[in-house]
């Protein structure tokens, strides 16, 4: 089975569908190498938010070392975000300079938010902010991302279109299954599945051979994944065991992509013994193909008890 999401994840601007208002303002950035000190993409969950602040990384000219992706999930605190000042005022030895990703940044509270603004004006680092709920993101802030602030918008049906059709390609090159694609995207847009992450989770299911409408879980259940890794974070077995139950298909890409950021970001702060290497034996897991290739929702299940026991610090 293939892993679309990951593997036919843009990587250039040129590779990104759809989102034309946001590419051609990046472009002209570019063009003229001047930078915002700070960017703010926002939009529903799977539209790319953080694949195109990746992307901008990647334009501005830093060099990969410093490029720090943080999710504000797990760092949302003033101490988190003086921490992140301090790394923000001090300049890297190769590339033009720093860059922060913070995801999920409505996260961080309004006292880190406020510790953030002046760093944000005033030190050299390119700050690109990720939200799908930016009205929680302070004044103070979005007007320091004024010239850089782009909503993402789901796919149109002739994107939704183009999407499948790459996808189709990629995972079946001889085109047998065109016709059945046609209908799985015409079905998906039907349905409001209009963000390429879901689109894409979901032609992975249906060309492995489930009928397209047992590939789809509802919009609804999102905000289940985000309950599901803070139970791993706070080692609550009981509440993510019966959070996963709620969802019949779960997105369990989705999952791994969240419980790695939480994992990773303990791991980080995890002086070295025991308990760290208990965390990168599970950061590894999550990571690891063949579980990755699965649709085992079993095994989904059983890696995540073990994040949450290392989490919760049970041997």
Known sequence: MTQLALDLRPRSLGEVIGQDSAKKAIQSFADKNYWPNVFLFHGPPGTGKTTLALIVAQMSGADPEYIHEINASTA?????????????????????????????????????????????????????LTTDEPEKISSAIRSRASAATFELRPLTELQMVTLCEQALIYANPTGTWQPQTDRAAEWMYNKGVREPREILGALDLFFSGVPIEQCIHGAEHEPLYKDVAGAVLRGDWNKASATLEQIKTADYRGMISIVSSFLGSALLKEPIGAKADALATCLVGLGNSNFADGIAYAATKGLLYKCSRTIGGIK
């Open 76 to 128: 949302n605190g003033v101490d988190a975000a003086r921490e992140l000042a301090d790394l923000s005022s001090s300049r890297p030895f190769t590339g033009q300079r720093r860059v922060i990703i913070l995801n999920e940044a409505h996260r961080l509270t309004l006292p880190a938010q406020d510790a953030l603004k002046d760093p944000m004006e005033k030190n050299s680092a390119l700050w690109l």
